[in-house]
């Protein structure tokens, strides 16, 4: 035991010697030193061995021990001193280099052994037995510490351990559930972004590429789409097709969506059909036979908003639950928020007179509570045919956000009853994709109106949280005072994003949120009195607009845009003067449009593509009078030809037929 000691003092234990850089380990900590210490002190273990059979210790054998204990070292050295080798070698049980050295070690130990053994008196026997042990240990132990992690490995490991316990649950869910229907899914082998099922799956492709989007809940947004990597402005990025067609709530075609004059009605329910060759009547099929005797007589134009149109869509919808599970499983994940509509008493009413219109075909009222929420919610109007409307529910474009300010614009593929969703400006991962559920052109009353009753969500999107909207001041009447006309004092809200009283800036008078939203309506429903085709009339009352809201107002913008979109169809015909008119009124459109609506939009398209018409008709109004030469004429055909080429890529999209 003392040369035991000594060896530990001088650094002598041979799996201590090994530098870092040979063994490319990391130290043991102190119990596993301590332990492989004792395992692979070999010569000390002779030692032992000797100083237990013999009677006297001898300072004649101390020189002999020594002499061991340094060619043991060297031996013990031996296999560690390339410890890839060594690995390699010991990896395979009938590698002949294994038995070669193992051989050679065995030799080496009985010829010290015997020499140990000849000076202190041990048997042959036992000599043998413990060369075998000398041979076979060293081999063992490095297995042994190959297996064996050191002490910052294992606890790596161990907290490995412990967060994937803690994330066991969520991982199993993320990995199982997909992200559309929350059925059993998989992750997509390709992008491996997301996670569907078998059904849902065909939506993330599009001409066979992954579309970069996924499914999550966000803090404060609830389950929305993001994007999963970087995408371009007009790269496709959501392609979808609709499980269910049901009518808009308005007199139409139960059938198609075309508008009706209540001439032709369905023989069998009553219900208005567009005729007897109606290309929707399959879609009628499903409600009719459940609704005979339902209406004692026909609907006339009065009956415009008649609770039939709403009872259609639930018996579709609830029809597809019981016969077509699989396409209702797609809009498992949706929110019908039902308690939310049962107290609002603008729905509640309508809801009870569907109810009490299905009572007879047993459904149960949470059924048509669901069905309607869903409707209501997450419906999307599209033209089924060319002159009519339906409202259809998609799976993936149903958990878009909605945004003032959005980075997706719709594509819609008549009768097809698909849509595509195309990037406006760039996006980055991680970014929620958006859409605009409101039109272009509205004010701050009536856009958060509709939000609030027909989605229930606050947006709270830049232009919304700022009061001038960008600094457009897009709904800022001017102050009928006449103090304040001459100072340019504007009506901006008290608080931008709830329901409150407007404030004069220059006079600081306050304006409820009432009086504001009169005095829009005055005007729209002087718009309404106006003759139509009357030019002169229009200007003039733009004119009028511009006299008491400021020169970005909605209004005045609504009424500049139809000006535009009214000239550009008989552009040739006008005069010098309306043609120069024609594309100021493009230029503050798109100025307008560059703030509230940015990015490669259609609209900024639609009125590129009218000033550019304007440009070129008054430069061959100048090449003609003499005022630019054909050099020029020629330069300024080809810029056009430039800027409607780039206008058509935006507004058109190549679909694929098969």
């Known amino acids: 035991m003392k040369m035991t000691r000594k060896n530990k003092k001088k650094g002598k234990n041979p799996t201590l010697n090994t530098s870092a850089e040979e063994t490319n380990e990391v130290l043991p900590s102190d119990e596993q030193e301590t332990e492989l210490h004792n395992e692979n002190m070999i010569p000390c273990q002779v030692n032992e061995l000797l100083s237990n059979e013999c009677d006297t210790k001898n300072s004649s054998i101390e020189e002999p021990k020594k002499e061991v204990v340094q060619n043991q070292e060297k031996n013990d050295t031996k296999p560690l001193s390339n410890d890839k080798d060594y690995e390699s ?16 070690a065995k030799e080496t130990l009985v010829e010290e052994v015997g020499t140990l053994c000849q000076n202190n008196k041990l048997s042959s026997d036992q000599s043998e037995v413990n060369v075998e042990e000398l041979v076979e240990r060293p081999l063992k132990i490095e297995k042994e510490k190959e297996k064996l992690p050191t002490h910052v490995e294992e606890q790596e490991k161990e907290s490995e351990k412990q967060e994937k316990n803690t994330n066991i649950g969520t991982e199993k869910s993320s990995k199982s559930s997909c992200c559309i229907c929350g059925g059993n899914g998989q992750r997509c082998i390709k992008c491996k972004n997301v996670i569907l099922c078998d059904n849902c799956l065909p939506r993330h492709f599009h001409v066979g590429r992954c579309l970069p989007w996924s499914a999550k809940d966000v803090i404060g947004s609830g389950r929305c789409l993001v994007a999963t990597r970087s995408i371009k402005p007009l790269e496709v990025v959501i392609e979808d097709t609709a ?9 139409s075609c139960v059938g198609c969506g075309r508008g009706v004059n209540c001439a032709y009605s369905c023989p069998s329910c009553l219900l208005p059909l567009c005729g007897s060759g109606c290309p929707g009547a399959e879609s009628h099929s499903i409600e009719c036979p459940l609704l005979r005797g339902c209406l004692t007589e026909k609907l006339t134009l009065d009956d415009k908003n008649h609770t039939i149109f709403t009872a259609v869509g639930c018996i579709r919808f609830l029809q597809m639950k019981s016969k077509e ?49 869903l409707i209501k919610l997450y419906g999307y109007n599209l033209p089924d045919v060319p002159d009519g409307k339906v409202r259809s529910l998609f799976p993936v474009q149903s958990l878009l956000s909605h945004s003032c300010l959005p980075n997706l614009q719709y594509f819609e593929k008549e009768g097809g009853r698909k849509i595509v969703l195309q990037s406006t400006t760039q996006i980055e991962k991680g970014d929620i994709l958006t859409v605009r559920y409101t039109p272009f052109l509205q004010g701050r009353i009536t856009l958060t109106k509709w939000l609030n009753e027909q989605r229930y969500i606050e947006c709270k999107c830049p232009r919304c949280v700022d009061a001038t909207e960008l600094g457009t001041f897009t709904s800022s009447a001017l102050c009928d005072r006449e103090e304040c006309k001459e100072r340019g004092g504007l009506l901006l809200p008290v608080d931008p994003i709830n329901r409150t009283d407007w404030i004069c800036s220059a006079c600081q008078t306050r304006t409820s949120q009432a009086e504001v939203e009169e005095i829009e309506e005055n005007y729209i429903a002087k718009f309404k009195e ?66 509230l609506d940015p990015g490669a939009t259609q609209n900024r398209a639609k009125l590129l593509l009218e000033k550019n018409k304007a440009d070129l008709n008054l430069a061959k109004l100048d090449c003609e009078a003499g005022l630019i030469n054909r050099k020029v004429f020629m330069a300024k055909i080809k810029e056009g030809v430039r800027v409607e080429v780039n206008a058509k890529k935006i507004l058109y999209f190549k679909w694929d037929n098969k």
Not at 331 to 348: E, F, G, M
């Open 243 to 251: 499980v269910i067609t049901v009518p808009v709530r308005k007199m």
């Open 530 to 595: 106006l003759p139509q085709g009357d030019l002169n009339g229009y200007y003039k009352f733009l004119n009028e607009l511009g006299d008491r809201f400021h020169a970005s107002h909605h209004l005045v913008m609504r009424m500049a845009q139809f000006l535009v979109l009214l000239q550009g169809k008989r552009l040739e015909s006008l005069s010098r003067e309306r043609i120069e008119t024609q594309s100021v009124l493009c230029d503050k459109l798109l100025a307008y449009v560059s703030r």
């Open 325 to 373: 599970p699989e396409k209702h499983q797609k809009l498992a994940n949706l929110d019908p928020q039902t308690k939310r509509i049962n107290s609002d008493p603008l729905t509640s009413k309508l809801l009870r007179d569907i109810k009490e219109m299905l009572k007879s075909l047993n459904y149960r009222d949470e059924e048509i509570e669901y069905a309607y929420g």
């Open 89 to 104: 070698r010991s990896s395979n049980p009938e590698d002949k280099n294994t038995e070669k050295l193992k051989s050679q």
